[in-house]
């Protein structure tokens, strides 16, 4: 079986008997003008093979594109679920040999067999299962199913082959509803649970390939928790008999496998071509969204002194001061595995290191990483005064110059443990704690505000002065 990956849910999947096209979005942006794919690609249309059958699992428009079905050939099997929308709207495209599928319908065609698998969710959806001699390709879509489901499917099919699973546990709408948009722990944990019910021989993160665009892609920041390259991380912790089968498919890869043989061709499509990576943008960070960290530099420190400092004191003495207190402070850093990732914002654009406690020598190293799960971003400035003692922590914090958040979990094929109630500082904290400035801006302050030109060599002596009886003050009252 070969399995083309068009972009984001858009498959294209060669059986022994058939071809099938599913869930086409053909072109960008899509749902109406608010998504494009991520990573970038372009479609060749005119190269877009024949096919044998249409599949649209659902009425969502990253799913379900009138562009793409009209652009396409009428006169094909359609397979949709009981949807009056979508068949409505399919007809008056043109097309007539439309056929709506329960749950577990079947259809076959030679030995090959495709089956409808049950959606969670409150449209009418489905899944769908590929079986031929070569094996079992489960492609779920992009909503969760339920054990119940698993078990109906294993019962058909003991043995997936490969599962294109969900895996972005979605945040769409938390924002906008004041609702939490902290790290979905347990719903994550919830989903590796699943996967280990259907106990797949190949698996790699399926529709999730998308990103907002122009007035919209603030949500970039809240709306995908989880990177692509933490969640092939997770599957290998969780999961280490899956071994080197976690594959991660782009717009324009090929997949094959037969009897267990896996192949992945990156690259190699005739009719879609990824342009660029550029999935950086779908940075989780909802602490900044809408509101970005900005260095104004208030003080107005030099840019050159301010990047040579902060490059010295992250680089060299952050790395040392971690290895003279990794059996202390940083204890609880190296038992969860944490992967730490400094973003200080300057003037003129930001800088990123990261930390893994998880390896050999602990090292402060430049750049993203996309597996971090605790986060921290400051100003250039703000880092720069709390380095050189001018500034404390209830400045930064109160002012808006800092902020930080974690994903820290332990994960494994039953769900998760969060490190939610765990004592797991910022090492930038731990580095200038805060009796490190034990208030010299305050002091500082004071020489701003104290009159060189005040008397001091008289003292009114207090006419009527408190009395002291055990822990009490006594005033007399005054005499007017």
């Known amino acids: ?38 990573p970038k690609r372009e479609v060749i249309h005119e190269k877009l093979p024949e096919f044998d059958f249409l599949v649209i699992s659902h009425k969502h428009l990253d799913h379900f594109d009138v562009r793409s079905l009209a652009y396409l050939p009428k006169k094909v099997d359609v397979l949709i679920p009981r949807d009056k929308l979508i068949e409505d709207c399919l007809r008056k495209l043109g097309y007539s040999r439309i056929y709506p599928l329960s749950d577990f319908s079947k259809v076959r065609v030679g030995s090959t067999t495709m089956m409808t698998t049950r959606s969670d969710i409150p449209v009418p959806e489905f899944g769908m299962v590929f079986a031929d001699e070569t094996g079992v390709f489960w492609n779920a879509v992009d909503t969760f199913f339920s054990p119940q489901t698993i078990q109906t499917v294993r019962s058909a099919y003991p043995c997936i082959d490969f599962l294109l699973t969900p895996w972005h546990i979605s945040m769409e709408g938390k924002y906008q509803y004041n609702q939490s948009i902290s790290f979905p722990f347990s719903l994550y944990g919830y989903l590796f649970n699943l996967i280990n019910l259907i106990q797949p021989k190949a698996i790699a993160p399926g529709a999730q390939g998308f990103k907002y665009i122009n007035e919209s892609s603030w949500q970039n920041q809240v709306v995908f928790p989880v990177t692509r390259e933490r969640f092939c991380h997770d599957l290998k912790v969780a999961f280490p008999e899956i071994g080197d089968n976690i594959f991660t498919l782009d717009p324009g890869d090929n997949f094959t496998f037969n009897h267990g043989e896996y192949n992945h061709l990156a690259e190699s499509g005739q009719y879609v071509n990824k342009i660029v990576d550029d999935r950086e943008c779908l940075e989780f960070s909802p602490v900044n969204v809408g509101n ?15 990047r040579q400092l902060i490059h010295d004191e992250i680089s060299a003495n952050l790395s040392q001061f971690i290895q003279e207190h990794r059996e202390s402070l940083f204890l609880e850093h190296r038992l969860w595995n944490i992967i730490y990732q400094l973003e200080v914002v300057f003037p003129d654009g930001s800088q990123k290191w990261h930390i893994d406690f998880s390896q050999e020598p602990i090292q402060v190293v430049m750049g993203r990483n996309p597996k971090a799960n605790l986060f921290t971003y400051i100003t250039a400035s703000g880092l720069y005064s709390l380095i050189q003692k001018k500034r404390d922590w209830d400045y930064l914090v109160c002012g808006g110059e800092y902020r930080i958040f974690h994903k820290v979990y332990a994960i494994n094929r039953l769900g998760i443990i969060s490190a939610e109630n765990s004592p797991i500082k910022d090492p930038i904290d731990l580095k200038f704690a805060s009796h490190y400035i034990a208030g010299n801006n305050v002091y500082g302050e004071l020489e701003k505000w104290i009159d060189p030109n005040r008397d001091t060599s008289q003292v009114d002596e207090d006419e009527n002065p408190m009395l002291i009886l055990g822990n009490v003050l006594l005033k007399r009252r005054a005499i007017h």
Request: hydrophobic share 40%; charged share 25%; net charge negative.
């Open 1 to 38: 079986m070969k399995i083309h990956m068009i972009g984001h849910a858009s498959i294209f999947v060669e059986t022994q008997d058939g071809r099938i096209l599913m869930d086409p979005v053909l072109w960008d942006p899509f749902c109406e003008g608010l998504n494009e794919s991520c």
């Open 292 to 306: 970005g960290l900005v260095d104004s530099n208030p003080e107005k420190y030099d840019l050159a002194s301010m």
